[in-house]
């Protein structure tokens, strides 16, 4: 990853920024130099019983006589390419290539950040069972840099176990031996897996599982010389290791992420959705469907007495009215009114209700 910044504040207090952020990550150390040439080597140094790990080149533009310019252009390597990396001791190269292409600079000081890491890693071929707080290191078992002419010979698998666990690799590199680049390396969690099968197998600084339970590392050389990789696993408990050798090929599962459940009651259930369980109901859901069949119940008797007052309503008012007609037909006995009433001129389909 790359990032490239123009600031506005003094170089000075960018470069003193930078190295606070170091030390409060706890990256620790950083070594600079004045850059005027195509490429410069810095001194990078640990104690003994460490390794040294590159976390990033910082470059930002001077003057022609080194000093710190005034409206600094800086660039970032994130993930640089290392031969420091697994010694604890070493001349890290720096060069003018990218602050010179973003910068138009010919003149930078250079600043190599890095940490001194004292655990030393389990190597992945062997057979051990091992528990660590915090970080677990795993590397190849040449590792740094193709030292020994030890081999997998197969496949070399760690299981890890842990709780809210994440794997970066601090370095992989499979180099060219004169046969094409040799070597697989597979990591496997919860829910996500890596692989550097079909990828250019050169990898530094790089998150690829994260917030996982159990983890799973293969590593082969496939028989050859020189084949690095260099891994750190961090966990928020401890984290238990069980390394073994095996004859067969990890295979790498598909992790598919499940869509939302439709909602039409016509939709066929496609490959990433979740399909209604046929298993009996449990207790709760039991008490679920007595609840809503009893809403069902209650809800249907209203509607019935519902219908059933309309009902009488509407015949008793069919009642009323016949009798009332009735009424006025005995009452008025003489041949005039009643003519009157014969002669009301009153719609057909209001007579055929009334009746």
């Known amino acids: 990853m790359l990032h490239i910044t123009g600031v506005k ?9 930078l190295v606070m952020l170091a030390l409060h990550r706890g990256q620790g150390r950083n070594s600079s130099s004045c850059l005027s040439n195509t490429r410069k080597e810095v001194n990078l140094t640990c104690d003994r019983s460490q ?14 006589t080194c000093e710190e310019a005034p409206a600094s252009c800086t660039y970032t390597e994130d993930a640089p390419a ?18 010179n292409q973003t910068c138009g600079s010919s003149t930078a000081l250079a600043t190599v950040v890095y940490e001194c890491i004292a655990e030393t890693p389990i190597n992945i071929c062997n057979f051990t069972t091992v528990s660590h ?15 020994g002419d030890m081999k997998t010979n197969g ?13 970066d690799i601090l370095e992989v ?11 697989r390396l597979v990591v496997i969690g919860d829910t996500a897996a890596w692989t550097t099968d079909n990828l250019v197998p050169v ?47 990890i295979t790498v599962p598909s992790f598919t992420t499940l869509s939302p459940d439709r909602t039409a009651s016509n939709a066929t259930p496609s490959a990433n959705m979740t399909v209604p369980s046929k298993e009996p109901l449990t207790h709760g859901g039991f008490q679920r469907a007595i609840v809503v069949i009893t809403v069902c119940a209650a809800v249907g008797a209203v509607l019935v007495v519902t219908v059933i007052m309309a009902v009488a309503v509407i015949v008793f008012r069919k009642k009323t009215r016949a009798s009332g007609k009735q009424y006025a037909i005995e009452v008025k006995e003489s041949n005039e ?19």
């Open 9 to 17: 504040m003094p170089a000075s207090l960018c470069h003193l920024m």
């Open 51 to 64: 390794r040294i790990h590159v976390i990033s080149k910082f470059y930002q533009k001077a003057t022609s």
């Open 82 to 99: 290392t031969t420091c990396n697994g010694v604890w001791q070493c001349r890290e190269e720096v060069s003018m290539f990218w602050i």
């Open 133 to 147: 707080d915090n970080n677990l290191y795993l590397a190849s078992p040449t590792y740094p840099r193709g030292s």
């Open 155 to 167: 496949t070399c698998v760690c299981d890890i176990t842990g709780t809210v666990m994440k794997v």
């Open 173 to 183: 590199v499979f180099r060219d031996t004169g046969h094409g680049i040799r070597g």
């Open 203 to 249: 990898v530094y600084n790089k998150e690829i599982i994260s917030d996982t339970e159990n983890i799973k590392i293969a590593f082969n050389d496939l028989g050859q010389i020189s084949q690095d990789m260099w891994l750190k696993v961090s966990g928020s408990s401890s984290m238990t290791a069980t390394c073994y050798h095996s004859d067969g090929n």
């Open 337 to 355: 009114e009643m003519k009157e009433v014969e002669d009301c001129d009153m719609p057909t389909f209001i007579m055929d209700t009334l009746m």
